[in-house]
């Protein structure tokens, strides 16, 4: 049961990935608030997979054709926070969330 729901988890994420590649960012935002509600749902909550999509969603977000900046810092600031959590302050991880933060503010 467990091995099946990480199939189905990375195949919603690699859905996401697939629609964000190709431009179609609506249903990638779908996919990844899926993927998002599987994770939490799940007996123990990987907060690396959920940092991952809410990463991926904060740069739709910032990138989009429609660009939502406070949804973007939104997602990327709860990513920052579970990625300090998981991996500590000084990491590279945690750098890429900065880098991508710091990039909105630019923009917005």
Sequence with gaps: EEEK???VLTLLYKTAQSYSLSGDYEN???YFEEHIKMVESASSLNEELLADSLLQMGNIFANGDDPDFNMAVEK???CLDIKKNVFGPENEHVADVNYALGLVYEKA
Aim: charged share 20%; hydrophobic share 35%.
């Design 5 to 7: 729901s990480s199939t």
């Design 28 to 30: 990638a935002l779908d």
């Design 76 to 78: 990327l600031q709860e």
